[in-house]
């Protein structure tokens, strides 16, 4: 069974910064992970896309995260990282780590999420 966990999350003060980690379980040998990313959703609104990372390490960003985060993978570990920085009041949200999981030739394809970490800033 194919699980994302993410931790990492907690308070921190406007300007600092905090590193999320997305764990992936259960992968085995007939899957694998394919293209995956972190969204984020704030109280009392949609839920939008922070950026995203293929397999090999080519990633993309929301026009807010560029130039603050870095998304990261090792794929040994099936495992992605977001690190934040110059943190700011409204980056305040439930973060969650999206993957697709794929098998080697790609007949299936399954689309997981996290169950999210909360990243509050403020002073």
């Known amino acids: 069974q194919v699980q994302l966990v993410e931790s990492g999350g907690g308070l921190v003060q406007p300007g600092g910064s905090l590193r999320l980690s997305c764990a992936a379980s259960?992968?085995?040998?007939?899957?694998?992970?394919?293209?995956m990313g972190w969204y984020r959703q704030a109280p009392r609104k949609q839920r939008e896309l922070v950026g995203g990372i293929t397999r090999g390490g080519n990633t993309n960003y929301a026009d807010f995260a560029e130039g603050r985060f870095v998304i990261s993978r090792d794929n040994a570990k099936n495992t992605i990282l977001l690190e934040m920085f110059s943190l700011k009041p409204e980056d305040t949200a439930v973060y969650y780590c999206?993957?697709?999981?794929?098998?080697?030739?790609?007949?299936?394809?399954?689309?997981?999420w996290g169950q999210g970490t909360q990243v509050t800033v403020s002073s």
């Open positions: 999206y993957g697709r999981v794929v098998t080697d030739t790609t007949t299936h394809l399954y689309d997981y």
């Open positions: 259960g992968i085995g040998s007939t899957f694998r992970l394919d293209h």
